[in-house]
């Protein structure tokens, strides 16, 4: 059976203090998981050794990293490499974000090399794809994102694939307000999982835990997480706030 995840992007927010205060208030609040529910954290990197700390013990909490790089090791300034993510005790690392394709200028290629990064230290990953606005008002957003799969993780055999989890992100819902209704998503969603059936399989399809994403909040999150091909979400801005974020562990939970 797949799982069911719930995993927290803070993006570039909160500073030490406060998110070693969010993670406690999570904690305070956190509802009994069973073994086919997650909660991911993925803070900035600045904060993942505070976080590691502060879950120790906990296997259904894992932590998660926005980001890795795409080469292995080197004179890359500024860079953080999936290995040393793998030594801070990371789980998961969020790859292909809209944020990094769009003001970083990540492209397929170097979401692949990511990609590879990743599952060659062990982390598990989180693909994110997703179309602007533009795309879905042409009609054209399921090839749109079948094309971004593709080219980020259609080179990797059946038992690597086992460690993605794809976040579906429409750009035009991520922290604006507007979400996707829980039609589109579901409808992107089967597009998503019949992608991947057509080339690894029905049963590797059905496995594959797919995310939804953009301006998901306790008030919508239930409907979201009710449609058959959505197993939960990728939470920006409500995953700052406790009371929040704590709703939607609980819409996952019983979903
Ligand atoms: P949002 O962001 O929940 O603030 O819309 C989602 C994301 O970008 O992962």
């Known amino acids: 059976m797949r799982k069911k995840i719930v995993a927290a ?3 570039m927010n909160l500073n030490l203090t406060e998110g070693a205060e969010l993670v406690n208030e999570i904690f305070k609040g956190l509802p009994p998981l069973s073994e086919d529910r997650r909660v991911v954290i993925a803070p900035p990197y600045l904060h993942l050794t505070q976080t590691a700390a502060q879950l120790t013990g906990m296997i259904d909490v894992c932590l998660g990293a926005q980001n890795c790089y795409s080469e292995a090791s080197g004179a890359y300034t500024g860079e953080i490499s999936a290995a040393m993510l793998k030594s801070a005790e990371v789980d998961y690392v969020i790859i292909g974000h809209s944020e990094r394709r769009e003001y970083f200028k990540e492209d397929d290629a170097t979401l692949a090399k990511k990609v590879n990064q990743a ?7 989180i693909f994110c794809c997703g179309e602007p606005l533009e795309i879905r008002d042409a009609n054209t957003q399921n090839a749109y994102v079948e094309a971004q799969i593709k080219a ?10 086992k460690n993605v989890v794809i976040a579906y992100e429409p750009i035009w819902a991520i922290g604006t307000g507007r979400t996707a209704t829980s039609e589109q998503a579901q409808d992107m969603h089967a597009h998503i999982r019949s992608v991947i059936a057509a080339q690894y399989g029905a049963a590797v399809a059905d496995d594959m835990p797919i995310l939804y994403g953009g301006s998901c909040k306790p008030s ?5 997480f009710a449609c058959a091909d959505v197993d939960g979400g990728l939470i920006g801005g409500a995953s700052l706030k406790a009371a929040e974020f704590l709703g939607i562990i609980n819409a996952m939970v019983e979903a």
């Open 220 to 224: 919508n999150a239930a409907e979201l």
């Open 119 to 125: 599952l060659i230290n062990e982390l598990q990953v």
């Open 152 to 161: 980020g993780i259609f080179h990797l055999s059946e038992l690597q694939l």
């Open 9 to 11: 992007n803070w993006k």
